[in-house]
């Protein structure tokens, strides 16, 4: 085993929306059982996506996927609290990476030699096989999200700012798992205080 270079993948889901946790995936593929149709998850379909994360929770040497919570993001801000929850998926793999290779422009501090590369989920398949379980795992959280806050719409837009989110935000106000340092959050705070 220890004559492959274990090269994990890090990628991660849920910067943009207005509510609920960011998401990150470590994912250490195995050159022995590769998986046709991996890209970037913004590239697929939700059923495509779909039917990939179950193939590669199976087939991965090593997989682990991590949040940072709403709390975290409006205390460190999105990128910090991003690179914590990428921290969190690499250090939770069973098995160390030799290399970790992170989508983007930052590497989070784990201790492994990492390397960020600026479309990394669409150059390197176990990136785009993290992307695809950030993207899922994030998708179903944030159905059970929609479960407890109905009026939202969660399961359509899952948190991110589309016309019928910022138009529930400011119905119903701001709930716990809404980010308030985000700008129309913090604007619909205010709204809600002037009334």
């Excluded at 989508?103 to 398949?125: H, N, R």
């Excluded at 939202?152 to 589309?162: E, I, R, S, W």
């Amino acid at each position: 085993m220890s004559e492959l270079l274990l090269i994990c993948g890090v990628d991660e889901a849920g910067r943009g929306p207005l509510a609920g946790p960011v998401s990150a995936a470590a994912v250490i593929l195995d050159p022995a059982r590769p998986i046709a149709g991996l890209a970037d998850s913004k590239k697929l379909s939700e059923k495509q996506r779909d039917l990939l994360a179950p193939l590669i929770r199976e087939r991965a040497l090593a997989w682990a996927v991590a949040y940072a919570e709403v709390d975290e993001i409006d205390q460190l801000n999105i990128l910090q609290a991003t690179l914590l929850a990428m921290r969190r998926a690499v250090l939770a793999l069973h098995i160390q990476p030799h290399q970790v290779l992170v989508d983007g422009l930052y590497c989070p501090q784990t201790g492994i030699p990492s390397q960020a590369i600026v479309k990394g989920d669409s150059k390197v398949a176990a990136i785009s096989a993290a992307s695809i379980l950030a993207k899922t795992s994030r998708d179903e959280l944030m159905l059970k999200l929609h479960a407890q806050y109905p009026q939202y719409g969660f399961d359509a837009h899952k948190g991110y700012p589309t016309t019928a989110h910022l138009t529930a935000l400011h119905e119903h106000g701001v709930s716990e798992v809404h980010r308030r340092s985000f700008r129309p959050v913090r604007e619909a705070l205010a709204f809600k205080l002037k009334e």
